[in-house]
C-alpha cells in the first residue's frame, strides 16, 4: 500500500531536528545544503515508495564506494565533473574570461610532485615493452598567437595496459608524469608511449552501478594537462586520441570535439633513424592557447583532495619557497 508523508508537519520537524537547524553551533552552508539533500530524498523515497531493502542495497553500494578511489571514479560516470566544468564555463563567459584551449575534467588520477623538466624530457621509464613509443610536442601560446616561455605544462596518462603509476603499484614512482617547463619559444616536447583507454575495474561498485544504467565504464585514450603561467588562466584540460572506439563515447563526459588529436604514425626507417628510435613511434601535437587573467585566484589550479599534494605543499612551505 502506496502512503505519502513528507509533508506532514512531524517529517518537516523532523528534518530541520535532523539537519541541525535548531542548534546554535555547527556549519550555515552545511546544514543548509544537508537539509535541502535530506529532504530531496527522503521526497524521493516516498515518491518512489522505496523499500528498506532497497534502501540498504544503497547503503551497501555506497560502503563500497568509499574504498579505493571508487567515489571519485563514479562521480564523473554520473557526470559531476562535466557539470562543474559547464558551470565554469559559463562563469568564464559571464566575466568575459572565455576563449584559449577548452577546459575539461582533471579526473581522479593525479599526483602532485611529479619530476620537473625543461622543454624536452622522457616521461616513461622504459619498462612498458607493449607500448608504442609516442613524442608528445606542442607550443603554448595566448590568444594573440604569441609564445608563453616558461609555462608550467603537467602532463600525466597511463599506461599500455591503461593503468597510471601511484594508483597502479606495479609501475615506477611517477611513470608517465611529468612538469615541463616551455622553452623560449613556448614549445614542450616528451618522449614517451602511447596510453591506452581506462576501462572501470568489472567488479567494482562504480561498474555495478553503471550496469544497473545500461552503461558501460571505458574511457578512450588520453592524457591529462594542467597548464599555467602568471598572468594566464590556469587551464585543466585532456586531450582524448582520435579513433579510439571511445574517443566519442567517453563514459566520463571528458571528450570536446577542440580536445581530439591524431597520433600519426612513421614506420619509416629514415624517420625512425633521425628520432634515435629502433622501431616504429606516432606523433602526438597539441598546441595550447591561454587565456589572460589578473586575478591571481584564476591563474592556479582550484583546491581539493590529490594525493600527495599536502606534502608538496609542506614540503615547500619548509622549503621557504611561495606555495603554487
Ligand atoms: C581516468 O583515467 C580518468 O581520467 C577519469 C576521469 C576516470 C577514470 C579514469
Ligand atoms: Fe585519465
Redesign the pocket.
Known sequence: MTVKIFDTPEVQDFLNTVAGLDQDSGNERAKQILHRLLSDLYRLIDDYDVTPEEFWNAVSLLNALGHGTQFG?LA?GLGF?HYLDMRMDAQDEARGLAGGTPRT?E???YVAGAPEVHGRGRMDDGRDSDGETMWLTGQVRDTDGNPVAGAKVEVWH?NSKGG?SFFDPTQSEYNLRRSIITDSQGRYAVRSIIPSG?G?PPDSPTQQLLDLLGRHGQ?PA?I?YFISAPGYKHLTT?INLAGDPYTFDDF?Y?TREELVVPANRFEDQDAIARRELDGPFSEVTFDIELARTDDPELQHRHKRPRAKEDEQDQASQLAGTAKV
Open positions: 571514479l564523473p565533473d575534467i579526473g581522479p588520477l597511463a597510471y581506462y572501470c574511457r588520453h591529462h585532456q566520463a571528458a
